[in-house]
């Protein structure tokens, strides 16, 4: 059974460059979560979407951060521009309405933007 | 304003020996929370939860206490092995909220053999 899956697993690129993670949560599960850890301020939420539907966006940092559900296998985060401070792990996790609160993370996708 | 606080960032235990690690909350509508343990270059994976209503949940060598006066969690492994060794997160989620969790900075456990 498979996980979530996230690529890449690793993104080195430059600061401007536009830069998008993927992810693909568990089949079945209706609500999918983006977070980003940081040394400085831990694991925290950027966004999370139910059936597809972004619900919560408050986490997102700035306008330059974006995040899409075009269908329930599959999201995007886009950072355009990157700029350095964006580095960072990014994590995707996925989990069931039915469910108390355990999600299911994903690898992480570490991103270096020099 | 951190509403799930752990106040260790690290955590050596012998081998053998029982490690406990803490957490505290602020939000009182918290009424669930998890520990997730998490290895370098991996995604944090859930490892024990307890609901409110509850004081203690059992999971084999891993026990979670709650006291909700104190708000205040633990985490007791007994007995630890060097495999323990990671990244520990302590999480709470409330029913209001969607249940979206939120994270502690996290404990990091080095288990000595």
């Known amino acids: 059974d498979a996980g979530v899956i996230q690529s890449p697993r690793h993104e080195v690129t430059e600061m401007g460059q536009e830069v998008t993670l993927r992810c693909k949560p568990i089949?079945?599960?209706?609500?999918l979560f983006w977070y980003r850890q940081t040394m400085m301020r831990g694991l925290e939420l950027l966004i999370y979407?139910?059936?597809?539907?972004?619900?919560?966006d408050s986490g997102m940092p700035e306008d330059r951060f974006s995040a899409k559900m075009p269908n329930a296998s599959f999201s995007t985060l886009k950072i355009q521009p990157s700029e350095p401070r964006d580095s960072a792990v990014y994590f995707c996790?996925?989990?069931?309405?039915?469910?108390?609160?355990?999600?299911?993370f994903g690898p992480g996708t570490r991103l270096t933007v020099l | 304003d951190q509403q799930v606080k752990q106040n260790s960032p690290s955590l050596s235990v012998q081998e053998g020996r029982i490690s406990i690690l803490n957490c505290d909350y602020t939000n009182s509508m918290f009424d669930y929370f998890l520990w997730y343990k998490k290895y370098p270059a991996e995604g944090p994976t859930f490892l024990i939860s307890i609901s409110s209503i509850k004081d203690k949940n059992e999971d084999g060598r891993f026990t979670v206490f709650l006291n909700k006066s104190a708000k205040h969690l633990s985490l007791h492994i007994v007995p630890s092995q060097p495999g323990d060794s990671a990244v520990y997160f302590c999480?709470?989620?409330?029913?209001?909220?969607?249940?979206?969790?939120?994270f502690g900075s996290g404990t990091q456990l080095t288990v000595l053999p």
């Open positions: 089949s079945g599960h209706d609500y």
């Open positions: 979407f139910n059936n597809n539907v972004p619900i919560d």
């Open positions: 999480a709470a989620s409330s029913s209001g909220s969607a249940r979206q969790l939120t």
């Open positions: 996790a996925s989990r069931l309405t039915s469910g108390r609160g355990e999600q299911f």
